[in-house]
């Protein structure tokens, strides 16, 4: 596997249930994003992990709890969604700590729908 | 507010046709500007990068200026090719330490044949 790997890749989920999103990097980055993209809408951050620290929007509400156990393996856990968080996420790795100075890689995301 | 605004939100060009794509923005204090481009079913993948001194950047077929007193950037298409069919999104970051960039919606391109 190279690049930024996502899974799954597909994922529909009743609002009571709970899932994970996992992603992984094989490029030796050392901070890792999530986005949330939704149609019509601009791309949103919503978690940075740099260096073992973590930054979030504060927007993200909080049924959205994310994981970073390493450098390479980021995880966002999902539960009591709402049917509006029905989206694209997307994964990202970089190789320094902030997202303005450094190019950052992109998973092919996961097409998350909640009923 | 941070904002930043594409146009067209959509354009339909024929092969071999040049295109220019527009973004305006407000973001301050401001950082660098990228132009990402994404494919149907695929995370974007970055084309250039501008910084406040730079007014043009080439990367093959793809060329992106800013204008950074009018807070302005395009990106120019030439020779479009069928591969080029999808979604230009403009980026732009803030300095001083801020994580959060803030996000075009794209232009979505479709080059016919």
């Known amino acids: 596997e190279t690049g930024v790997t996502q899974t799954p890749r597909h994922l529909v989920m009743g609002m009571t249930n709970k899932k994970s999103l996992k992603c992984e990097q094989h490029l030796g980055h050392n901070a890792m994003y999530w986005y949330k993209q939704s149609a019509k809408k601009p ?3 919503m978690f940075v992990y740099s260096l073992e620290e973590r930054v979030e929007n504060n927007s993200v509400p909080s049924r959205f709890s994310p994981e970073c156990p390493n450098s390479s393996h980021l995880f966002l856990h999902l539960h009591t969604l709402q ?19 450094y190019e950052q890689y992109f998973g092919p995301g996961t097409r998350l729908t909640v009923t | ?28 204090p401001f950082s660098n500007l990228r132009w990402y481009k994404q494919d149907t079913g ?11 001194s730079e007014n043009t950047k080439s990367n093959g ?11 302005q950037s395009s990106l120019h ?18 300095s001083g330490g801020s994580y959060i960039p803030t996000f075009g919606r794209g232009t979505s391109l479709i080059v016919h044949p």
């Not at chain 1, 694209?88 to 100075?101: D, I, M």
């Not at chain 2, 995370?43 to 406040?52: D, H, K, Y």
């Open chain 2, 1 to 28: 507010k941070n904002q930043v605004e594409q146009s067209p939100q959509s354009l339909i060009i024929l092969e071999g046709k040049n295109c220019t794509l527009q973004c305006n923005y407000t973001v301050s």
């Open chain 2, 61 to 71: 077929r793809y060329t992106a200026t800013l204008d950074a007193d009018t807070k």
């Open chain 1, 43 to 45: 791309l949103e951050l």
């Open chain 1, 83 to 101: 049917p509006e968080d029905s989206a694209l996420y997307l994964c990202a790795s970089s190789q320094g700590g902030t997202a303005s100075s």
């Open chain 2, 77 to 94: 298409i030439t020779a479009s090719q069928l591969s080029d069919s999808a979604s230009y999104i403009c980026v732009v970051n803030p």
């Open chain 2, 42 to 52: 695929r995370g974007p993948v970055s084309l250039t990068i501008m910084t406040f």
